[in-house]
């Protein structure tokens, strides 16, 4: 049982391997045969795989301690490396989509593929040896989702489509202009974000070796000093709404939100944020209807990456609602500014270590 495991494994590894490939060489013929090649806004590719450990966040996961995932995975990106973007943002950012395969490493929980849009800003860009970060997110398919007869143990996830979360570190070694040698660790997530459950979540780290090339040629623009920036102020509000349901007991529940957020810019890439929010979930097993309701004031930072929104929020209920698993939760928010008039984005509500909903926001800009 043990060696039709491995194989199985292996035969699914190689043959991400092979599309991987695929992807790496396909890319690199268009960005060959390209004749639009900006000096200041280089397009690289890159082909990787990553191994990796499960983390085992709740007892209800036990059976997959020490599982290990493996991966393979192709980036498409461009690095800008203009006096404006560094004037805007204090360095020189990378933004970029990935498209992946990993294998998870035990059959209940199955494979999936997932393509990621990230940005990557870069910590140290000049030399030989560069670093960066990398945050991203995106859409992921796996095969193998909760099913109460089936695959009764895999309940990390149970839908075929969920949205994965990335943040790490890399390192890279650059032999020329042209090809660099990658190292990365990162810290991977993926969920459905309550939409249904049950939904613990798949956490795992990784780290990973790539190659990376690019066909540009480019000049690393000398560092300058940078101007001054305006630390202005943003007020807003918002609506949001989520559906849920929960596998188990076939609930299906709607989530409403009302939120006033303020920003204070605070450095050239980040600004301090306090919320107010206001939540209704519906739940046909509370008794009383104040139980569908939480009030909870927020604090938090947010990245500024044009007129995009990275926000991370902890918060406190003054009023908790019953389905409240504790009484503290995290809050993540990625929004998009139109004219400093309206906002626009989804957000992503945590207990711990587990989504309670994800939900798409609107609001004005006061």
């Known amino acids: 049982?043990?060696?039709?495991?491995?194989?199985?494994?292996?035969?699914?590894?190689?043959?991400?391997?092979?599309?991987?490939?695929?992807?790496?060489?396909?890319?690199?013929?268009l960005t060959t045969a390209s004749q639009i090649k900006p000096a200041d806004k280089p397009i690289f590719?890159?082909?990787?795989?990553?191994?990796?450990?499960?983390?085992?966040?709740?007892?209800?996961?036990?059976?997959?301690?020490?599982?290990?995932?493996?991966?393979?995975?192709?980036?498409?990106?461009?690095w800008i490396l203009t006096e404006q973007a560094r004037q805007s943002f204090g360095i020189f950012p990378k933004w970029g989509v990935g498209l992946n395969y990993?294998?998870?490493?035990?059959?209940d929980l199955g494979y999936s593929i997932n393509g990621v849009a990230y940005v990557e800003p870069f910590l140290k860009a000049h030399g030989n040896l560069r670093l960066s970060g990398k945050l991203g997110t995106g859409f992921a398919y796996l095969?193998?989702?909760?099913?109460?007869?089936?695959?009764?143990l895999n309940r990390t996830y149970s839908t075929n489509f969920s949205f994965p979360l990335v943040g790490g570190i890399s390192a890279y070694y650059f032999f020329t202009n042209s090809w660099a040698l990658k190292a990365n660790a990162s810290f991977r997530h993926i969920s459905n974000g309550g939409i249904?459950?049950?939904?613990?979540?798949?956490?795992?780290?990784?780290?990973?070796?790539?190659?990376e090339h690019t066909s540009?040629?480019?000049?690393?623009?000398?560092?300058?000093?940078?101007n001054p920036y305006e630390k202005n102020k943003r007020s807003e509000i918002l609506m949001g709404?989520?559906?849920?349901?929960?596998?188990?007991?076939?609930?299906?529940?709607?989530?409403?939100?009302?939120?006033?957020n303020r920003?204070?810019?605070?450095?050239?890439?980040?600004?301090?944020?306090?919320?107010?929010?206001?939540?209704?979930?519906?739940?046909?097993?509370?008794?009383?209807?104040?139980?569908?309701?939480?009030?909870a004031p927020l604090i938090g930072n947010e990245f500024l990456i044009g007129d995009v929104r990275f926000g991370q929020q902890l918060g406190v209920y003054l009023l908790q609602g019953a389905t409240a698993t504790n009484n503290v939760f995290q809050h993540y928010y990625l929004r998009y500014l139109f004219r400093n008039k309206f906002t626009a984005g989804t957000n992503l509500k945590v207990h711990g270590r587990v989504a309670d909903y994800l939900a798409f926001q609107v609001g004005i800009i006061l």
Not at 102 to 107: K, L, R, T, W
């Open 241 to 260: 709404y989520s559906w849920k349901k929960d596998t188990v007991n076939d609930h299906k529940k709607n989530v409403a939100m009302l939120c006033f």
């Open 216 to 226: 540009n040629t480019y000049v690393m623009p000398k560092a300058s000093k940078l």
């Open 45 to 78: 590719i890159s082909l990787g795989a990553y191994y990796g450990s499960f983390r085992v966040h709740t007892d209800k996961l036990s059976a997959f301690k020490g599982v290990t995932p493996r991966g393979v995975e192709v980036e498409f990106s461009r």
């Open 143 to 152: 095969n193998r989702p909760y099913q109460a007869q089936s695959n009764p």
């Open 263 to 295: 920003s204070f810019r605070g450095g050239r890439i980040n600004a301090f944020t306090l919320s107010a929010m206001m939540e209704y979930q519906q739940n046909p097993g509370t008794r009383i209807a104040i139980d569908q309701w939480s009030i």
């Open 196 to 211: 249904k459950k049950p939904n613990l979540g798949i956490n795992y780290t990784v780290i990973g070796l790539a190659i």
């Open 102 to 107: 990993v294998d998870f490493g035990h059959a």
């Open 1 to 29: 049982m043990c060696s039709l495991d491995v194989q199985y494994r292996s035969s699914n590894f190689f043959r991400g391997l092979r599309y991987s490939l695929c992807w790496f060489l396909w890319f690199l013929h």
